[in-house]
Every structure is written in C-alpha cells, then in structure tokens.
C-alpha cells in the first residue's frame, strides 16, 4: 500500500507543477526584490508608485488582516471596479496560502496587466497586518 501511495505520488507530482507555476512578467528583475517578505516590506514601507499589492482573497478575509497598502480585488477579477489600478503598474498578487494566487494573477494578465508577480500567501508574512475597520 505505501509503495502504491509512492508511485502515485511520483507520477502526479509533475503534472501539478503547472498549478503552482510561478507568474513573474516584472521587467528588469524587479521580482528579486519583493520575491521575499523582506524585499516586499521594503517595497510597503517606502510606499514605492510603481507597484501595487493586491490581496485576491475574500472582502471578509481581507479585512480581517492584510499587508499593508494591499488593496482588496477578489478573484483578481477586475471587470466591474469602479477604481482599478492601471495598467502600467507592477501588480504583485497573494491570497492566503499561495494556492489561489496563480489563477488571480493569470486573470490579471489576461484583463491586460502585463507586469504581474505571483508573491504567494500572506501565510508567509511575518509582519504586522492591516485590518480593516469597514
């Protein structure tokens, strides 16, 4: 049984890198200074223009803690907004374990952002977070 539970494991392993695919369109290596929370903080505490961090997690979730300047696109849905970002912006995208993200950033792509950064999970952000009070 466990070696079955092996084989299975060896064989399906591949197929589901696709899921977990990395999106990573910024220009000029931006995505190695945000790609850990350090670098992302960085980015969040000199309020840096050029980017724009998007929690694609549920209202609910997002405003029970987010990281800060994060705004809230369920989804990464952007059709319908009435205020969303433009399109020459650097999005970098996380949801709440870094499963939902890809999808949200490949969403974000197809609606025309070109520059998207799939960060993963706010899971993995060790600093304080906002809450919404709304």
């Known amino acids: 049984m466990k070696r079955k539970a092996f084989l299975t494991l060896l064989l399906v392993g591949p ?55 994060a ?6 849905i952007t059709t319908g907004m009435n205020t969303p970002p433009d399109k020459d912006k650097y999005i970098v ?6 499963r939902k993200s890809p999808a949200a950033g490949e969403k974000m792509l197809a609606d025309g952002y070109p520059h998207v950064f799939v960060w993963g999970g706010i899971l993995a952000w060790p600093y304080a977070r906002d809450v919404s009070t709304k």
């Open 15 to 69: 197929l589901s890198r696709t899921v977990w695919a990395q999106t990573d369109t910024l220009p000029d290596g931006l995505s190695q200074t945000i790609r850990t929370p350090e670098g992302l903080r960085a980015v969040v505490e000199r309020q840096d223009p050029r980017f724009v961090i998007v929690d694609v997690r549920p209202p609910d979730e997002y405003a029970a803690g987010h990281i800060p300047t």
């Open 93 to 98: 995208v996380y949801c709440h374990g870094g």
């Open 71 to 76: 705004i809230n696109i369920p989804g990464g």
